[in-house]
């Protein structure tokens, strides 16, 4: 406990660099190119068209699911997926990439996850106005169960910085992980109910309540719960007790390598 409590305290009392130092990545990003920061928005939404045409139109062939257009549906969990597959993979590499500017700078070296993270969250951001208009045009309601939306949010936030550190850490140590990440990354776009509706009934009960052990599809479908106005979080209770027992263990064992192992990065690079 006393490792996550050291790493935890050095990601409040840097906050400020944090942030710093993710809105000069994200200029460096696109400042060779001509559309800039509209990029943030462009390819994201590119990318949410191709998987409408070939899932939406061409599988489900405009079908609604559980009452909501397919478009809306995928949207609230695709928006939330561009987040985590960005900072999962921007994470997993922030100490390897970064190690050289550790070495002539002094900050602790667990905040490179965050510093990713936040990187990562202007264009979440910027596509949650997008969902807010889609929303809108759709004619959602806006309605109590909105109110848990931050609770996601900080659920998203926490487990993704959990696993974030720990994958930075294994990453340095070995070198190879990080393939095998991104490997793992493709199998749970299909497994975390992005595009497809883990609930239909076509699928047998035994898988449905394993998809629902996956930390990530707790998140996604806990987004589309609040957006859709369908469950509280306290209502799936055993799920959100795996989920935050699974995200302290991430942490545990995140911030007991990286704490062991971080004064020696330099040797392992």
């Not at 239909?200 to 052990?213: G, N, Q, T, V």
């Amino acid at each position: 406990m006393r490792n996550i409590y050291v790493v935890m305290k050095e990601q409040l009392v840097n906050l400020g660099m944090i942030i710093r130092i993710s809105k000069y990545e994200e200029r460096a990003t696109y400042q060779s190119h001509y559309l800039g920061l509209i990029w943030q928005i462009l390819n994201p939404m590119i990318q949410i068209g191709i998987y409408y045409l070939i899932f939406g139109v061409g599988l489900h062939g405009g079908k609604k699911i559980e009452g909501t257009p397919y478009f809306v549906w995928l949207l609230i969990g695709i928006v939330s997926w561009f987040f985590i597959r960005g900072t999962l993979l921007a994470g997993s590499t922030s100490i390897v990439k970064k190690i050289a500017m550790v070495s002539k700078m002094k900050f602790p070296v667990s905040i490179l996850p965050s510093i990713a993270m936040a990187s990562q969250f202007v264009t979440y951001l910027i596509m949650m106005g997008v969902l807010g208009g889609v929303l809108f045009l759709f004619q959602i309601p806006i309605t109590l169960y909105w109110l848990q939306y931050p609770y996601y949010l900080v659920a998203m936030l926490v487990f993704l910085y959990a696993v974030s550190l720990l994958n930075a850490t294994i990453t340095v140590l070995v070198r190879d992980y990080h393939l095998i990440l991104q490997s793992t990354i493709q199998v749970l776009f299909y497994l975390s109910g992005v595009i497809i509706d883990i609930k239909a009934s076509y699928f047998p009960i035994w898988l449905k309540k394993a998809i629902e052990l996956n930390p990530l599809f707790y998140i996604i479908d806990g987004f589309r719960d609040t957006f859709l106005s369908n469950h509280w979080f306290w209502e799936k209770g055993s799920v959100t007790l795996f989920f935050w027992s699974l995200v302290g263990l991430f942490l545990l064992v995140g911030a007991q390598l990286h704490l062991r192992f971080r004064k020696r990065f330099i040797d392992y690079i």
